[in-house]
């Protein structure tokens, strides 16, 4: 099993940056993708960008293109959200997770961390 733990969260005025951790207890295979996601209150849980061991693939949600970039420090097992240009709308329980690319679904979550962005 791998283990997940975040961190970074909290207050931000809106315009303003903040960067996400996701600390893995163990490396697994460089094909694994590192995700994170997030759930506003009352909404259903969504995707926010991914990422390879290997950084070879990378992937984020339309709205959050342009203003978060994912990446990863191998050396460390950690991987980075680093969130700009924060709206409002960003506001939610950020987690972060893991898969191996054989598989659809991500098998280990953290616990998450809350980002609130105010107006």
């Known amino acids: 099993q791998v283990q997940l733990v975040e961190s970074g969260g909290g207050l931000v005025e809106a315009g303003g940056p903040m960067r996400l951790s996701c600390a893995a207890s163990k490396r697994t295979e460089s094909s694994y993708f590192m995700g994170w996601f997030r759930q506003a209150p009352g909404k259903e849980r969504e995707f926010v960008a991914s990422i390879t061991w290997s950084g070879s693939i990378i992937s984020y949600t339309d709205s959050v293109k342009g203003r978060f970039i994912i990446s990863r420090d191998n050396a460390k097992n950690t991987v980075y959200l680093q969130m700009n240009s924060l709206k409002p709308e960003d506001t939610a329980v950020y987690y972060c997770?893991?898969?191996?690319?054989?598989?659809?679904?991500?098998?280990?979550w953290g616990q998450g961390t809350q980002v609130t962005v105010s107006s």
């Open positions: 997770a893991t898969r191996p690319s054989s598989r659809p679904q991500y098998a280990y």
